[in-house]
């Protein structure tokens, strides 16, 4: 098995492509040890010193790091990736859901639908695609008085770039295709 690796825009974050599925639908972004219970492969990964968080996406693994350097720690992330790929083992618990915005944790007024739904419509027809080959994902959260509020996971996550990223890129993308947008914020 080779997996491949790739820098982020995130300087304390990698991106672990396996070359195979790591989540056929969804994302799910690991931010500590205590969070990774619903899956076997991020508690391994948590086990390893230095690691702060751990993000699926499809078909890629982004782990970050705090204070240990990537040097040390990439053998034993590629270590436990390969091992836990190779045994077969489910990258999710039996039940857990790796969805990761419930309906009910969306907000926005219901006159609000149709200015919401071009705006996931946007997210994910032109965004998401270019945040996941940087090893990330950003989501909708939410609407309200004009400014959109976003989830920033795995490298976009405490990445120095990503306000640009809000700012300059989403935010432009948004207020041209949708008048109403006033912000792009970070939730």
């Known amino acids: 098995m080779f997996i491949q690796t790739e820098t982020t825009p995130n300087p304390a974050t ?42 699926f996406g499809s078909d890629f693994i982004t782990v970050t790091k705090s204070g240990a350097e990537w040097p040390h720690l990439k053998p034993a992330i590629l270590g436990v990736i390969m091992e836990h790929f190779m045994s077969g083992a489910p990258v999710m618990a039996v039940g857990s859901d790796p969805t990761e915005i419930a309906p ?21 027809s032109r965004v998401r695609p270019a945040v996941a080959n940087d090893g990330g994902d950003i989501t909708f959260k939410g609407f309200r008085d004009g400014i959109v509020y976003l989830n920033m996971k795995g490298a ?32």
Do not use: M, W, Y
């Open 14 to 55: 990698l991106k672990f492509i396996p070359g195979r599925t790591v989540l056929p639908e969804g994302t799910k972004d690991f931010r500590s040890a205590d969070d990774a219970g619903a899956s076997p492969l991020a508690e391994k990964l948590f086990s390893i010193a230095g690691i702060s968080g751990v993000f």
């Open 104 to 124: 009910g944790e969306e907000f926005f007024d219901p006159s609000d639908a149709q200015t919401v739904a071009t705006i996931k419509e946007l997210l994910d």
């Open 156 to 187: 976009c996550a405490g990445c120095p770039s990503s306000t640009a990223t809000l700012r300059h890129g989403i935010q432009n993308l948004l207020r041209h295709f949708v008048p109403d947008v006033q912000e792009v914020r970070a939730a």
